[in-house]
């Protein structure tokens, strides 16, 4: 089993002795989300990369969501999508600085020998298992199009 996966369940256990429901419910819905994938492939999730996709995927519907909320003056459900946000970052690895994200990619692209748009696809093959969940993947595709442009 991932040690991600083993330290969400490690998590849930904690939370329910100490009766903190709110933490609860959002490590539970993260544990709902792997068993979801592994039933759907039929397969058990052993690497730590693909448990990370998904607790990526989740950061990100919470964002999208929180956004709505604060544009529809929602405070109480933007306040909501905060908090599960904030449970979502204590399990993530540490995000990527603006330079090493730019190292990065300059690496990609030397190792790739990326010269125009048609590589763009090679670039993003290296980058996304190392940034996966450590970097806004939007965004490093948005600077890997100015610097291939």
């Not at 996709?53 to 929602?74: F, N």
């Not at 093959?125 to 291939?148: F, T």
Request: charged letters at 35%; aromatic letters at 2%.
């Amino acid at each position: 089993m991932s040690e991600l996966k083993q330290t969400l369940t490690a998590e849930m256990k904690a939370c329910m002795k100490a009766k903190d429901k709110k933490r609860l419910s959002v490590v539970r819905t993260l544990l709902a989300a792997i068993k979801q994938v592994e039933i759907d492939n039929q397969t058990t999730l052993e690497d730590d990369a693909e448990v990370l996709a998904i607790l990526d995927k989740a950061m990100k519907q919470r964002k999208d969501s929180h956004q709505q909320y604060v544009d529809a003056e929602r405070s109480d459900l933007a306040e909501q999508e905060a908090y599960e946000m904030s449970v979502i970052k204590d399990f993530m690895p540490q995000a990527l600085t603006s330079d090493e994200i730019e190292a990065l990619i300059d690496e990609a692209m030397e190792a790739t020998g990326a010269g125009s748009m048609q590589d763009m696809g090679k670039v993003m093959g290296i980058l996304k298992p190392k940034m996966q969940g450590r970097a806004d993947m939007g965004e490093v595709s948005k600077l890997i199009k100015v610097k291939l442009s």
